[in-house]
DNA sequence: CTCGAATTTCAAAAACTTCTGAAACTGCTT
DNA sequence: AAGCAGTTTCAGAAGTTTTTGAAATTCGAG
């Protein structure tokens, strides 16, 4: 069977690779841009791949496409699941999983500044609270060291707060914060 | 010459033992969210130790105090002072160098939020507008790659010009834009 | 229930990052 | 201008993360 026998109307044949070419080259730049962050650049390159065909993929698909293994392919899309910016879909008459890139940029980043929030602030926060707890009330050294970490707990309790409010899953919320700011003087 | 002699007039002696020790797990969890972001661990608890201790520490003390050697100190602080959050300080008549790290919270994400908008959003940003500037500007397919790469690309810059506005060296910014979302409805 | 396609898991290998410690360097002091 | 305290550099070692590929598992269809 052929891989992928024309999964829309074909445009002009030319074009073909030429839009691969661009496509790869944004997978490298979204790749580059995810080692950055907390996660693997095959993850980045993963999402990037589906973004930017916008349309179902499959685990082989990846696979040939980004040159990587069967296990890496199965571990970046579970863990692009995981942070809730892709989805599984499936064609009719067709066993296999396929993934979709979450298409809206808004909703996408309110994603992943819930996620983050949840791995990184909240430990943080909690790390933060126990050691808050545990020290003494007196002396003047434990005072000016309990003074420092309140100013990082009340600095992350209003990220986390801020974040609650505006990162929700659905809505406009974070779009309207955005704007909110441009057009504050 | 004894270490550190007496660096500020002692509280009572019980209490030393206990500050360094929350001082200790200060600067484990920090280290610990700082491999999260893209720095690595060690670099993120030296920034922690200056911070918490709040005192002017030579690269001598450093070491001794997070067991590492000369060379990670070294590299570790001089990647603090690129990244804006300490200072050298000197003490009269040593010849040593001393750090101190910011300890303004806010001024301290302030000078996060810049170096990251340098080193991650302006390089993408970058490469967005290159891919984008050699697409041809026919084909469904084309015409449809490139409304994803506009999307992005918009994102990316209403995200630099808030950090522009809201992330410079001086003043409140930050701080009154957060106030400005909290109190939003 | 059995078959087989699709997916997940996992131990070992490869790739990459961080750390060490000794040597090179810098620039103050005498 | 030699000595020296302090700092930086860097090649290799140690440690960590990522990737592979083959085996185990899942699950739908017959």
């Not at 995981?82 to 499936?90: F, K, L, N, Q, V």
């Not at 008459?93 to 791995?119: H, N, P, T």
């Amino acid at each position: 069977m052929a891989r992928r026998p024309s999964p829309e109307p074909a445009g002009p044949a030319h074009h073909d690779a030429e839009l691969r070419d661009l496509q790869d080259r944004f997978v490298a730049a979204w790749g580059q841009m995810g080692s950055v962050w907390g996660i693997s650049r095959t993850m980045a390159e993963v999402h990037a791949l589906l973004y930017v065909t916008g349309q179902p993929l499959c685990t082989d698909d990846v696979m040939e496409r980004l040159q990587i293994s069967r296990g890496n392919a199965s571990m970046s899309l579970r863990a692009l699941l995981d942070w809730g910016i892709i989805a599984r879909t499936h064609k009719r008459g067709d066993r296999k999983e396929y993934f979709v890139a979450e298409q809206d940029v808004w909703a996408m980043v309110r994603a992943i500044l819930r996620e983050r929030l949840k791995r990184e602030v909240n430990p943080l926060l909690a790390s933060l609270y126990e050691i808050r707890e545990d020290a003494p009330r007196d002396g003047e050294a434990i005072a000016e060291h309990n003074a420092r970490l309140d100013a990082l707990i009340e600095f992350f309790e209003t990220a986390e707060s801020l974040g609650q409010r505006f990162a929700g899953p659905a809505g406009a919320g974070l779009e309207k914060a955005a704007r909110l700011l441009t057009r504050a003087l």
